[in-house]
């Protein structure tokens, strides 16, 4: 069964259901992205029914052009629909959309559904769309996240309206009903099913569950696969669709626990018990009983392997390959076992299915010349009755010549054969239907608690949504009007809950009741000459025809009722009538409308099923009156005069009024179920489909009540919170409702919004506007910011370079200083002098160096030591783990066989406790034989006793009566004396019996006086009975005056007070503008002294900028005069330039061997980074290569378990039909001589297949001499990674040759890469090879499956024909040899007959064909004549009935008048006895208006004080302790009131006792006054619920808000910690930036250090000279240094900028990088701190030269134990290629087995083979027959495909007319709205003459049965008379 599980399928864990619930934050950023325009985005028609978004482009008058993927379109303005901001994508509730329109509905349900949230609400329903899939958002896990939450606080499912219906049945402790409706397909039975399991989980009782006892909750969920399997099939939408509506109440006890379940079923589909189209198919049950789960079903049933043998189930499909019938039908039989049905009730269920199936293949025959028919096939008539109880003979004859009654007579009458198969098709369509009803019965009763008390219910309505088909029939009537009232029920119901809101938040409203949208057409069915009630008139007359039905339908209703109109025969051309529903207009078509609404049965046939021996049937006809026994029922009396047949529409009505008082009763939830496509692919949704049915659904028209009112509301801190920023100042007040009052009045008109006391209401599309407004302000005050931000960057830069301006004043001052004091000699040796301070002593430095590399050679030496230890022991464990790992395989192989062991013995004691049971329930079922046998023996051993009783007292008894005769014979002598004196008395007697007839005369005629008396006396009664309902009318609509002035009073009174608080608003609003006003004024004043301030500066500023223009201007003229002084240097430069590089010859020659040193150790430390990037990769190569052999080889590993286990189930079908194939020779060696001739075709057959299996062996031998190759690729693999790890181990002693080995090294291992690499994709392209061969050996075995079923079917041809041959056998020897000569010639003349009628035939069928033609161009003609004839006829009617009925109107309102007058006179009289009673009531009234006014105070009291507690609530002031202690005051006065309030009513009693004469008025008043009392009492109750509803909301507000600002909080730490971190990044750049000034420093002193040697070498030279090339060498230093110094500081401020830059970003983006920026703060941190540990690395690399060698040493140790591994795992790899070698040999050894088990089932096949090889010729020739069939079907197909395209297209232009059509329909309608009123007076009068005629009929009645009074009476006097006489 679809959606049932089996116990314990489910053990895993719960997957998560959150991604299938709610909106990612990805989702949310992606939508938010998309572009959009609030003045420009539109929705615009695509042509297909859906919508595609564009951008207005301009628009003129009422044509607009929208631009559509750069595609221009001009269109009506009405065709466009505004588009809703992003904020509102993927909206949980549509309501809340701020553009409700159709295109916003589908985009949002279609975005939700491609996201797979099919779950979302619009308002009240919840709208499922169908997921086509399994989703995991239905398991425990689920169910808890939605137990006990709010419908906000969790997305949109099914177990949020669950809950939320099961937690107002506990609070309010009223019942609930959840409405399920959609289409076949849609959903709908798997919702309601999840959402009986969701209360079923919710409501489980507590405590230990006994193993014997089933549970309710169990009981509850069994009830689906019992009315699944009889109450479902397969449509050609949907595989398994629920055929019938049902309601479903779980009743719950006080404390919300299961109490019990009870179900009601409604219109179950007859018409598919006996025909179902040819993709359809009928009812599961059928199907199921055709399999094996139930073992001795079958027998029991006399049904056979094929379902071809029945007729009525095999007309369309029979399998469905998403329906497993066999799972399903155990299923059924466990939930018969679970719901207590019992065995004998459970097989009677079965048999009665059975038979109808049977019943389809009863046969009648032609009876002679007659038109009367007679049985044929008796053997199906015998298994019929025998499964119902009843003789085979009698049943037939009942249906070939029912009785019937023909005044007080039984007369049978004859039928012919298509009457006979209609009865038969009825009864079985009748029986079907009371079985299933019994089983609902049946359900009802064991899903009854007794034990718990019932309290509440929550019901669930499964049932049909609006269907609008091509042809729609009485079906799609009864279901359409079905969904008007529920439709009208919803309005009502949702515009209720509505106004409660607006009246709750006291909000400006006016109530609307709009559930009477729909009164219009509920009141055509239901009125009394409503379309109901014709159809049951016209069904109660013999002679009515569905033409006379149509032609009263249309003589009452067409022109007449608004929603009656002509039918579009643009479907069907056959439809009759049309009805304007709410979800459109739909065309009915009228055709066997009687017949379906009466549902003949034939009553003979049901007295037999009555009498019948079968239990069930006798109590599913029980309510049948049957034949014969109306004349017990006259006996009895004449109590059930009247209770005629019933007719489904009557049932059908009062099952619906039962169904809308409940639903009425209840507090109702919604769910519509929506079918996304056609297809049934899951993500895609087809837009027509989708609208077609929100449409049919009413949630369009939900959608159109919400226009009317305020669709959108926002709480007052969300909307503060969003919409705040377009306050203009600062608020005035803290009140969150006067800032909200405040923004509205300044931005929306009045009527656009509305303030209530705890949110704000706007209407549709004012969010929007709101939305723009916002956008705007925001994108003003972000460019102002950013406009801010560049200023001040600007003027940052600004400083610095006027900071490098001034420092180039100091800088030349300097340099001016050095060219006046460079030939200055004192000068000279202070620069000489000034680098020798504070000089390092180069030799100490040396000694401390050389010490610290002996120490660090000895630390290197102990650490290698330490390695090679460490290296042994890490060997050492390696080893230990290979040893471990090794047992591990070995245990494992262990435990896999110990596994399997256990699994197949578990299998085993499965199996023989399946034998055990089985054995067990046949040993007590013929125990309970047994004990039934012993029982009839007794009983008939007392019947024997009995009887010879009754013998023994016989013969006494005859003795008896012969004396008695003797005596007799003479009494019988002494009469005859006596009758002669008789005679003549009686001739006297006759003359007295003439005078006592006149005398009866008379008193004929008195009596008849007399009923003339009686007459005029009742119609005086009737008078005067219609001036008292006259009166009492009057009487009612004073009291409804009155009632409605007191609440027009009260309205009133509240809009006074409503009036007065805006008042009061409105004088604080203009304070507050006030206030305001003198704000801004402060503002603007302030701002023009800022502005004067700022232009005072900007004149400052102008004066600085030419003085630093003048000072540009000189220092540019110094800037030359220096250029030129700086080529003059140059000069001397390029001179001393030659000494230079002779100087630097000598000095690189003196640190050449420092600088070598340095280089190599560079070199090294890049070997060895290089080396461990290179080993690392290397690493990760071997561990994924590792990974990748070992997945690989568990894929083969589990590949070849399943070819094994695909072989042994393989094995076990050979093995079966091996033992098949024993019994069928057996069986079949009677027949063996006919089975010779076949023999020779099946030995090729059986070579041929051997040839094929051979073939299939060497193909497998040659797959594995593919993978033995592929093994020895690896060997030589494997052992050429040993060559190259040896390669490696001779490399450890040539450290020169390094770079040139790993150079190899990397070579070799890209070598083999690819080998692997090439090996892995020639293992795959085996293992697909091997795929293929493996599905090829699957075709093959499925040929060989078809061929066995083949075997069975000839088999099973082979029995029947056995049997016919028996059955020939013994007519042959009965009759047959008398009658073959016979029998040879009427066969000849019917053969030569035969020839003739195809002859004429053929002839027939050509001019029929041509008669068709000319048929159907008549009908068209014929169609359009009287079309224009029935227009010009009803137009005639309907004007002669207006003339008529005026005529009649006029006389009916004279005779009115003159009745009136006289009530006039009458009913003023009464008054005026009514004013004085009156005036003494009104005493009493006010007394209690009195006590009422008390208690009106006291409510103002409570309102006040509820009013003072919102107050300190919002301020904040009290605490919740202090509002609960305030709670229970008010609990404690509510029960003073109260008490009050039985006081008062005490006292009203004693006034009542006081005053008896006036009980009836006091009575009236006291019951005003309880309903006042009442409605005061639940209006304190409903401000109690208000009160505690608005604190629950302050506490959530409050709630959020700590949330809110907790995470502000922790958004703010974060941001500190992310500036914090910044900061640090900014002081570590700073810190870079100073050690590269201490480098040039270092640098500079470097070269001041060369200077002087330089000096010393060249003192021979002059001083002058010596001291110009001095100054020009520092003066070159200088420069370099500041240019570097400018190049530094440009990187520097680039860097900053870059910096800031990437400051703003992050500031960007620190609302999307919250969440990582911790994770990235780590790893930042460890970097930086890696960073650090690499530059301490760095430092220290110039100790380490010498260590670098070992290390590398150690690396190349390292790589070999690397290679080991690999060899290690090599070895693995080659142990699991010989366990698949091992597998392989035993996969061979198994087909070596297989092939002989073939050979022997071949060799024991060979005979039978021979036998079936004629029958298999036959069947191929059948067969080549049926792909000719198939062949031109398919053709046909194609053509019918292109035909249907083309329809499609006829259908879409066909739509566009229907458009065009529409609006002249609208037109029409408002002619025939003024015709709407004359009809519905013509109505009441009609109604009104309808209300006298059954008067009169009463009247007549009751006469009548006077009149039988009198008779009697009259018999009495005469009977008396004669006695006296």
Not at 1182 to 1192: G, P, Q, R, V
Request: aromatic letters at 6%; proline letters at 2%.
């Amino acid at each position: 069964m679809p959606g049932n599980e089996k116990i314990g399928s489910g053990t895993g864990v719960d997957p998560d259901p959150a991604p299938y619930l709610y909106v990612t934050f990805d989702m949310k950023r992606n939508d938010m992205s998309k572009p959009y325009d609030p003045k420009k985005s539109y929705w615009v028609p695509d042509g297909e029914g859906g919508f595609l978004e564009g951008l207005l482009e301009s628009e003129n008058g009422g044509k607009v052009v929208v631009m559509i993927q750069h595609e221009k379109r001009t269109l009506k303005k009405e065709q466009i629909q505004q588009v809703n901001p992003p904020k509102f994508e993927k909206c949980e509730d549509m309501s809340n959309l701020t553009y409700l329109n159709e295109a916003s509905v589908l985009h949002n349900l279609k975005a939700r559904y491609q996201a797979q949230l099919i779950y979302t609400y619009s308002g009240l329903f919840c709208v499922a769309i169908n997921p086509y899939k399994r989703l995991p958002i239905y398991t425990n896990t689920t169910v808890k996240l939605y137990l006990g939450k709010r419908r906000t606080e969790v997305p949109p499912h099914l177990f949020a309206i669950s809950d939320l219906a099961y937690r107002n049945m506990l609070d309010k402790g009223v019942c609930q009903s959840i409405l399920v409706t959609g289409e076949s397909g849609a959903g709908k039975t798997e919702n309601t099913k999840k959402v009986i399991s969701y209360f079923a989980m919710v409501g489980a009782r507590d405590g230990p569950k006994t193993s014997n006892k089933v549970s309710l909750e169990d009981q509850i969920v069994q009830t689906n696969p019992i009315l699944e399997s009889f109450g479902n099939a397969k449509t050609a939408r949907n595989d398994n669709s629920s055929r019938f509506g049902k309601f479903i109440r779980i009743h719950f006890n006080s404390s919300g626990k299961l109490a019990g379940c009870d179900i009601e079923t409604y219109l179950l589909e007859k018409a598919r018990i006996t025909f179902q189209q040819e993709v359809e198919r009928s009812y599961h049950i059928f199907y199921q009983m055709m399999e094996p789960a139930v073992p001795d079903l079958k027998k029991k049933c006399f049904l056979s392997n094929d379902i071809y043998d029945y007729h009525f189930v095999s007309m369309g499909k029979t399998k469905v390959p998403s329906i497993d019938d066999n799972e399903d039908l155990e299923f059924t039989h466990e939930a018969f076992r679970i719901l207590c049905f019992g065995e004998e009730n459970t097989y009677n269920v079965y048999r009665a299915t059975a038979a109808v199936m049977h019943m389809g293949e009863l046969k009648f025959k032609q009876k002679g010349r007659e038109e009367q028919c007679e049985p044929d096939n008796p053997a199906q008539a015998k298994k019929v009755a025998a499964l119902l109880g009843i003789e085979p003979e009698s049943m037939m004859k009942a249906f070939c010549k029912p009785k019937i009654k023909v005044g007080t007579e039984w007369v049978t009458k004859g039928q012919n054969i298509d009457q006979s198969y209609h009865s038969v098709a009825g009864i079985a369509r009748g029986l079907y239907e009371r079985v299933f009803n019994f089983l609902v019965e049946k359900c009802n009763e064991t899903l009854v608690d007794d034990t718990m008390k019932k309290v509440v219910f929550i019901g669930v309505l499964d049932i049909a949504g609006f269907e609008i088909f091509e042809f729609n029939g009485f079906e799609q009537l009864c279901i359409n009007f079905c969904n008007e009232k529920l439709q009208q029920f919803f309005n009502h119901h949702m515009f209720v809950l509505e106004q409660e809101e607006y009246l709750k938040e006291g909000i400006d409203w006016e109530m609307v009741d709009f559930g009477m949208d729909l009164q219009s057409c509920i009141t055509m069915f239901e009125k009394p000459l409503g379309i109901l009630s014709i159809l049951e008139e016209e069904s109660l007359f013999p002679k009515a025809t569905d033409k006379t039905f149509e032609d009263k339908l249309k003589a009452n209703h067409l022109g007449k009722s608004p929603n009656f109109v002509k039918a579009i025969t643009k479907h069907d051309k056959n439809a009759h009538f049309a009805i304007v529903h709410y979800a459109g207009t739909v065309s009915y078509n009228v055709t066997s409308w009687l017949e379906k609404n009466k549902d003949p049965l034939n009553d003979t046939v049901i007295e037999l099923l009555k009498s019948g021996e079968n239990k069930l049937i006798n109590h599913v006809f029980r309510d049948h009156p049957g034949q014969g026994r109306e004349e017990d029922g006259d006996q009895k009396g004449k109590k059930k005069k009247g209770g005629g047949a019933k007719t489904v529409s009557t049932f059908y009505t009062k099952q619906l009024n039962s169904l809308m008082t409940t639903l009425h009763a209840t507090e109702p939830h919604f769910i519509r179920c929506i079918i996304p496509n056609t297809h049934k692919q899951p993500g895609q949704i087809e837009p027509a489909l989708v609208l077609h049915q929100l449409t049919c659904n009413g949630v369009l028209e939900g959608i159109r009540i919400c226009m009317r009112g305020f669709p959108n509301r926002m709480p007052y801190p969300e909307f503060i919170f969003r919409y705040g920023i377009l306050q203009n100042g600062k608020p005035n007040s803290s009140d969150e409702k006067v800032q909200a009052a405040a923004i509205c009045t300044e931005m929306l008109n009045k009527e656009k919004y509305r303030i209530g006391m705890c949110k704000i209401f706007f209407r549709a599309g004012v969010l929007g506007y709101l939305e723009e407004v916002r956008d705007e302000k925001v994108t003003r005050m972000i460019r102002y910011m950013q406009g801010y931000c560049y200023g001040i960057l600007r003027r940052r830069d600004f400083l610095k370079r006027k900071q490098q301006r001034d420092l180039l004043v100091v800088i030349q001052k300097l340099f001016r200083r050095y060219l006046t004091l460079r030939h200055w000699g004192w000068f000279s040796i202070i620069q000489k002098t000034k680098p020798l301070i504070g000089m390092l002593n180069i030799e100490e430095e040396i000694n401390i160096l050389e010490e610290a590399a002996t120490k660090a050679v000895d630390e290197v030496q102990f650490e290698a030591t330490e390695k090679k230890r460490l290296e042994s022991a890490n060997t050492r464990l390696m080893e230990e783990k290979m040893a471990l790992l090794k047992r591990i395989e070995i245990e494992q192989g262990d435990i896999i066989s110990l596994q399997e062991r256990q699994a197949k013995a578990a299998a085993q004691k499965a199996d023989l406790e399946n034998q055990l049971d089985e054995m067990s329930e046949k040993i007590k079922a013929e125990e309970n034989r047994k004990e039934e046998l012993i029982k009839e023996k007794r009983a008939i051993e007392a019947d024997v006793s009995n009887v010879r009783g009754d013998l023994s007292d016989l013969e006494v008894h005859v003795q008896k009566a012969e004396q008695e005769r003797a005596n007799k014979d003479h009494q019988l002598r002494s009469l005859n004396d006596d009758i002669a004196s008789k005679d003549e008395l009686i001739s006297k007697l006759n003359k007295e019996k003439k005078h006592f007839l006149e005398i009866n005369g008379k008193a004929v005629e008195e009596l008849q006086n007399a009923d003339e008396k009686v007459s005029h006396l009742t119609m005086v009664k009737n008078k005067l009975e219609q001036t008292l309902d006259d009166l009492e009318d009057n009487l009612e609509r004073e009291r409804r005056k009155r009632n409605e002035e007191e609440k027009q009073r009260r309205k009133i009174e509240g809009d006074v007070k409503l009036t007065q608080e805006a008042i009061i608003e409105l004088e604080k609003g203009k304070k507050e503008l006030d206030q305001c006003l003198a704000r801004k004024e402060r503002d603007i004043a302030e701002l023009t002294g800022k502005l004067s301030e700022e232009q005072s500066g900007v004149s400052k500023l102008t004066k600085v900028i030419k003085e630093t223009q003048a000072r540009v201007e000189e220092m540019e003229e110094e800037l030359e005069a220096e250029r030129q002084a700086r080529g003059k240097a140059e000069r001397q430069r390029s001179e001393l330039a030659r000494e230079m590089e002779e100087l630097t010859e000598r000095i690189e020659e003196a640190g050449g061997a420092t600088q070598a040193q340095m280089e190599l150790n560079k070199k090294r430390e890049a070997e060895v980074v290089r080396m461990r990037k290179d080993l690392e990769e290397i690493n990760i190569q071997h561990e994924a290569t590792i990974f990748s052999l070992k997945k690989k080889h568990q894929d083969a590993i589990g590949e070849m378990s399943e070819q094994i286990e695909q072989l042994n189930k393989l094995r076990a079908k050979v093995e079966k039909d091996n033992s098949n194939i024993k019994h069928e020779i057996d069986d079949l060696k009677v027949i063996s001589d006919e089975v010779i001739r076949a023999k020779a075709a099946g030995e090729k057959a059986g070579k041929t297949l051997s040839t094929q299996l051979s073939d299939l062996n060497k193909k497998i031998s040659e797959v594995n001499l593919q993978v033995n190759d592929m093994e020895l690729g690896n060997r030589k693999s494997a052992s050429e990674n040993s060559e190259l790890m040896r390669q490696l181990d001779d490399v450890d002693s040539n450290l020169s040759m390094l770079h040139k080995i790993r150079h190899q090294l990397n070579n070799e291992l890209e070598q083999v890469k690819k080998m692997y690499d090439e090996e892995s994709k020639e293992r795959q392209s085996t293992l697909g090879r091997f795929r293929n061969l493996k599905h090829e050996f699957d075709g093959l075995a499925a040929v060989y499956e078809e061929e066995v079923t083949a075997k069975e079917n000839f088999h099973r041809q082979c029995q029947k024909a056995e049997e016919e041959t028996n059955l020939w056998r013994l007519k042959y020897e009965k009759d047959g040899i008398a009658k073959i000569e016979e029998l040879e010639n009427t066969k000849m003349k019917l053969q030569a007959r035969l020839a003739e009628c195809e002859g004429t035939v053929e002839n027939l069928n050509t001019k029929l064909v041509q008669l068709e033609k000319s048929k159907n161009q008549l009908q068209e003609n014929i169609e359009d004549i009287t079309a224009k004839v029935d227009q010009a006829n009803i137009i005639n009617i309907q004007m002669d009935k207006k003339l008529k009925q005026f005529d009649k109107v006029v006389h009916d309102w004279k005779i009115k008048a003159d009745n009136m007058s006289q009530e006039l006179e009458y009913s003023q009289r009464d008054c005026r006895n009514v004013s004085t009673e009156l005036f003494r009531v009104k005493n009493g009234y006010e007394e209690c208006m009195g006590q009422l006014d008390e208690v009106k105070r006291e409510n103002k009291m409570l309102s006040d004080d509820i009013r003072d507690i919102m107050e300190q609530i919002s301020e904040g002031g009290r605490s919740i302790h202090e509002i609960e202690k305030q709670r229970k005051r008010l609990e404690t006065e509510k029960q003073e009131l109260q008490a009050a309030l039985e006081e008062a009513e005490a006292t009203l009693e004693q006034e009542e006792n006081k005053n008896a004469r006036l009980q009836l008025e006091i009575d009236q008043v006291k019951n005003d006054i309880e309903k006042r009392l009442q409605e005061k009492e639940e209006e304190f109750e409903i401000t109690k619920k208000n009160h505690h509803r608005m604190t629950e909301q302050i506490q959530e507000t409050l709630e959020d808000e700590s949330k809110a600002k907790a995470e502000l909080m922790r958004c703010r730490k974060k941001l500190e910690a992310d500036v914090s971190e910044l900061e640090g990044a900014l002081e570590q750049a700073n810190h870079v930036h100073e050690e590269n000034q201490r480098n040039i420093r270092r640098y500079q002193d470097l070269i001041q250090k060369a200077n002087i040697n330089l000096e010393e070498e060249q003192q021979a030279k002059d001083l002058a000279r010596e001291n110009h090339v001095n100054m020009d060498r520092r003066a070159h230093s200088l420069q370099n240094a500041l240019e570097e110094a400018r190049t530094i500081l440009d990187q520097t401020d680039r860097a900053r900028r870059s910096a800031e830059q990437e400051v703003g970003e992050c500031h960007e983006q620190l609302s999307d990088l919250s969440m990582q920026n911790q994770s990235l703060a780590g790893a930042r941190r460890k970097l930086e701190q890696e960073a650090e540990n690499l530059r301490q690395d760095c430092d220290d690399m110039k100790g380490e030269a010498r260590s670098c060698e070992e290390r590398a040493r150690n690396a190349m140790i390292d790589a070999a134990k690397l290679a080991e591994e690999l060899r290690v795992e090599q070895e693995h790899t080659a142990h699991a290629e010989q366990a698949r070698k091992m597998a392989d040999a035993l996969i061979k050894e198994l087909q070596m087995k297989i092939d002989d088990v073939e050979v022997s089932s071949m060799k024991q096949g060979k005979k039978v083979c021979s036998k079936l090889e004629s029958r298999i010729k036959e069947l191929e020739s059948e067969l080549d027959a049926e792909q000719r069939r198939l062949g031109d079907n398919s053709k046909n197909l194609k053509k019918g495909e292109r035909r249907i395209k083309e329809i499609e297209f006829q259908s879409e232009e066909e739509r566009k007319q229907a458009g065009q059509m529409q609006e002249l329909v609208d037109r029409l309608q408002n002619k025939l709205r003024a015709f709407k009123r004359q009809i519905e007076e013509a109505e009441e009068i009609a109604a009104l003459n309808l209300a006298k005629y059954r008067k009169t009929q009463g009247d007549a009645e009751e006469a009548e049965e006077r009149a039988t009074l009198t008779e009697q009476a009259a018999a009495k006097l005469k009977s008396a008379a004669r006695a006296g006489y």
